[in-house]
């Protein structure tokens, strides 16, 4: 079943079906057994850490996980939910039909079962609106950069954005988001980046591979994860029909003006 996949999506490469303790249950044909343990524990880490960033767009009673998407220089690698405590991860090269993978994925979610069509949510309280994170009283807002509160400000549906260093600890961030919370992101965006490059063979031989941007969907909005220059990473978050062309432009054109000195030697894309 997982190879239907594969055999009907023009640029699919492979497909792995785990639980959300990280164990694979299948795979297709062709990954090594290393292999597939190897990205099983990441997609788990990712989806995990994935769910916990849902508060950095607001609070919302449809606040469900949909799917995480990892961006690659020589492809991608999907993510979604195939029941209760079970994910199918797919990778495909770059020039992949990406409705069409994402169509032929859900539909073997669907052949999967009844007991594996159910996909995780998360909860956020009864409110009825979609309540973008801000600084309550009593609160410690978390430094702002003007730069970034430029960078959103005329892009519709954008609601945040934060920088982080290498060591996961936050650099600044768009006015009104408060500083437990912008800690919180930053801890959980650095497992979601190091999760991230620890799939770069699923997508497709690892030579010069970059890792490029990790997207997280929610019924209620979008979280981009990019790198922002040496040892710094970008996050961001935004309603779900915000313009993202425009907003990862700004993201783009600002990383360079916020980036700080490299704290490592090392660029975060770098694989």
Not at 71 to 98: C, K, P, T
Request: aromatic residues 4%; proline residues 6%; charged residues 15%.
């Amino acid at each position: 079943m997982l190879d239907d996949i594969v055999r009907n999506v023009p640029g699919a490469r492979h497909a792995v079906l785990l639980s959300a303790d990280g164990l694979p249950r299948a795979s297709t044909d062709g990954l090594a057994e290393g292999h597939v343990h190897t990205i099983s524990t990441a997609m788990s880490g990712i989806q995990a850490l994935s769910r916990a960033t849902a508060p950095f767009i607001g609070t919302a009673p449809n606040a469900a996980w949909t799917q995480t998407v990892i961006e690659f220089s020589h492809g991608w690698i999907f993510l979604i939910g195939a029941g209760q405590g079970a994910y199918l991860a797919a990778a495909a090269e770059r020039d992949v039909n990406m409705q069409q993978i994402s169509f032929r994925m859900h539909r073997l979610v669907a052949r999967l079962g009844h007991n594996m069509t159910s996909a995780p949510r998360v909860q956020h309280g009864e409110s009825s609106q979609n309540r973008s994170p801000s600084v309550a009283s009593g609160e410690v807002p978390a430094q702002v950069l003007p730069d970034l509160d430029a960078a959103l400000a005329d892009v519709h549906g954008a609601r945040h954005a934060l920088l982080l260093g290498a060591d996961g600890l936050p650099r600044g961030a768009t006015t009104g988001l408060p500083r437990d919370l912008a800690d919180r992101i930053s801890a959980a965006m650095t497992g979601i980046h190091a999760n991230s490059r620890a799939t770069a063979q699923f997508a497709g031989p690892p030579t010069n591979a970059v890792w490029q941007q990790t997207a997280i969907e929610f019924q209620h909005g979008w979280i981009f994860l990019i790198a922002a220059g040496d040892g710094v990473l970008l996050a961001a978050s935004a309603d779900h029909d915000c313009n993202i062309e425009a907003l990862t432009a700004r993201l783009h054109e600002v990383a360079p003006k916020i980036a700080a000195p490299a704290v490592t030697g090392r660029t975060p894309g770098n694989v």
